[in-house]
């Protein structure tokens, strides 16, 4: 029984093929396109409106400069709030489960916040490893801590997804086994349980979007500290 809570998290295989990239492939295909005409429908208009609200507002702390990342992060946000939605369908596979994935997005991505950083002011972006004041003593301790929480960064980032995915998952698949298991036992208790089953979905639904919205501002943060 232990086992099979963490086989939702395995990727699925078809005669041996992982298929874990139509996973990721596929749900670009369920939104809509705009197409040439000079009014879009409702559809297409609501999406154009939320994604354009969504970059103004990640956008505005950041210079002329950090504007570039529009693109990325924007497709990144959608990307990822499409997965985490899409596996809490029941029979899905949620890619963005998979710690190796989060690192991949994660790893390249402040990599490149720092490269970006390095290259174009790279006494401001070496200045943020000794605060202003510090004490002599202090410099050499304080360097070391600052490099720890630099490259601890990335992890953070990917760890902070898998975690919160995971343990979505995971308690929704408890909470269902114990309502089927409590029905022919105790149909209130299992009425009650299914009620909480309910509400936990949603909030894990809100979850599974404040986490892709959570992973693309950090990295609008570290950006801004580079650009």
Excluded: D
């Excluded at 959608?78 to 690192?103: A, D, E, H, K």
């Excluded at 402040?110 to 410099?139: F, K, V």
């Excluded at 949603?202 to 501002?217: D, G, N, P, R, S």
């Amino acid at each position: 029984m232990t086992l099979s809570f963490f086989n939702q998290f395995a990727s699925p295989t078809l005669l041996g093929i992982p298929l874990i990239a139509i996973a990721l492939a596929l749900p670009w295909i369920l939104f809509p396109t705009p197409s040439s005409r000079w009014l879009n429908n409702r559809l297409t208009t609501l999406q154009g409106w939320l994604i354009n609200r969504f970059t103004q507002q990640l956008l505005l702390p950041l210079n002329v400069g950090g504007h570039k990342w529009a693109l990325i992060l924007t497709s990144l946000m959608v990307f990822l709030i499409t997965l985490n939605t899409l596996g809490l369908l029941p029979y899905t596979f949620t890619p963005t489960t998979q710690l190796s994935m989060n690192m991949g997005f994660a790893v390249p991505l402040w990599l490149a916040t720092i490269i970006i950083g390095l290259r174009t002011q790279p006494t401001h972006a070496l200045g943020h490893l000794l605060p202003e004041g510090t004490p002599t003593l202090l410099i050499p301790v304080l360097i070391i801590i600052e490099t720890i929480s630099l490259f601890i960064r990335p992890l953070a980032l990917g760890v902070r997804l898998t975690a919160n995915l995971t343990a979505g998952h995971l308690l929704i698949q408890l909470i269902a086994t114990a309502a089927f298991v409590l029905l022919p036992l105790m149909p209130t208790v299992a009425i009650l349980t299914a009620t909480l089953l309910f509400l936990l979905t949603l909030l894990e639904v809100a979850v599974a979007m404040i986490q892709a919205y959570v992973f693309v501002l950090l990295l609008s943060l570290y950006l801004q500290e580079n650009v």
